[in-house]
């Protein structure tokens, strides 16, 4: 499954780069290795759902220190 | 359950594990394998006022780049005090179906000198791919010179128990977040 990023820039470290998500409570950043994303979306795993939410596992924890994200589902793709 | 070198060998060669470049046989320890520095760091900027709240809503890291400058690992001297971001040279990949973690520890060649190399944050978790990011600090009293490709860290591999939940995606899609 793949979330549909906001805005992907060049991370901190040597292949690295920063996403930014959108989450059904605003949004967040996550640093991933760059074979993660493509064409901006970021690979993402699905957990569950509920209602048109979807709650998914991201590559690593956001910068707030998540690491599942309830997301909408028209922001994610099989 | 942690892996001894030679299990760590053997999930090499079977891809349960992959490090590129894969470190030489002189790498390997009785359980753990030595990662290089890579030659990329990053240093953040003093700032006298600035105060940040990771904890409030909308905080980001990206905002925060500014505030780094890029340093050349080659040559450079960490001094006594001194906090940098560097990564390791090899790019680490360990699938969740692998049933293994890791943790990425100092070494004590460099510890004994004052150089710690993570700051509480060791966990490699299942299913990470990416250069391993260190959190560098110099509490001895001598300047560290520091140089590329420099053994620096060792990442010790240990067995789940069981894949984790991720590695279902997909197989529970129907089942909601109250079951």
Known sequence: MKLLCKQVVKGPGPGEVIVDLPTSSGTEDVIVDDSFVTDMYLHVWEICSQGDKILVELPRETSAGNWKIWVSRDSVAA | ?????????????????????????????????????????????????????????????????????????????????????????????????????????????????????????????????????????NLGVLDIVLSPGMRICQLIFEQTLGTPEKGYSGIFRDQSANE
């Open chain 2, 1 to 137: 359950m942690i892996l001894t070198d030679r299990e760590i060998a053997i999930a090499l060669e079977t891809k349960q594990i992959s490090i590129t470049p894969q470190p030489p046989s002189g790498c390997f320890s009785p359980s753990s394998i030595d990662l290089s520095l890579g030659d990329k760091g990053r240093r953040w900027r003093k700032t006298p006022g600035m105060q940040i709240k990771p904890g409030s809503p909308g905080y980001n890291y990206n905002g925060l780049l500014h505030l780094q400058d890029n340093i050349d690992i080659s040559g450079h001297i960490l001094q006594p005090g001194d906090f940098i971001l560097a990564w390791t040279k090899e790019l680490i990949d360990i699938p969740e179906r692998s049933r293994l973690a890791a943790r990425v520890e100092g070494k004590s060649s460099i510890a004994r000198l004052g150089v710690g190399i993570h700051i509480t944050a060791p966990t490699i978790h299942s299913g990470f791919r990416g250069v391993i990011q260190l959190e560098m600090f």
